[in-house]
């Protein structure tokens, strides 16, 4: 569950659920308890996350109703796959969990139907091939310990790689 900061009427749903799902019974899930544990403080990860909401920098190529922070995708990546792991959004909308799964190296495969935000999803990834906004990123996320300092996590060199999947 993620604690929603975005709160604009006075009574209004202030949690998120965040649905884990696995392909079949068959299939253990993953869970970096280390990583989560050690982002916390040393303490066990609890099951309502105060992550910050979403920054104007998270909106620099436009809005999207239902938009999540960055820190959201990034801690559930973490989480839940391992550096290299491919991550499939089937409702990719402003490309949030794109630009994370890229921030940590992991390969992702977004559809989108809505050429609004088709064009906003190829607009972030290009902002994120900019050296010095992918390093600003990095570092807003690890101050707000989402992820680890840079010494301390993978994040893939190979930037230049699209995985021979278009941006259409």
């Not at 309502?48 to 909401?53: E, S």
Request: aromatic letters at 12%; proline letters at 4%.
């Amino acid at each position: 569950m993620w604690k929603n900061y975005n709160q604009n009427m006075a009574l209004t749903y202030s949690t998120e659920f965040i649905i884990w799902a696995r392909k079949s019974q068959k299939v253990a899930h993953y869970y970096n308890y280390e990583l989560m544990k050690q982002l916390n403080g040393d303490k066990q990860m609890t099951d309502v996350w105060q992550l910050p909401a979403i920054g104007r920098w998270e909106k620099s190529c436009g809005k999207h109703p239902t938009q999540k922070p960055l820190g959201v995708l990034a801690r559930l990546i973490q989480a839940s796959t391992q550096p290299g792991a491919w991550i499939l959004d089937p409702f990719n909308g402003s490309a949030t969990t794109g630009i994370a799964a890229n921030l940590l190296g992991r390969k992702y495969l977004g559809l989108e139907i809505e050429d609004e935000f088709l064009s906003m999803s190829k607009a972030r990834r290009k902002e994120i091939e900019n050296i010095n906004i992918r390093i600003d990123y990095l570092e807003r996320l690890a101050k707000a310990k989402v992820i680890l300092p840079a010494d301390n996590f993978f994040v893939a060199d190979d930037t230049d790689n699209d995985y021979n999947v278009p941006w259409l």
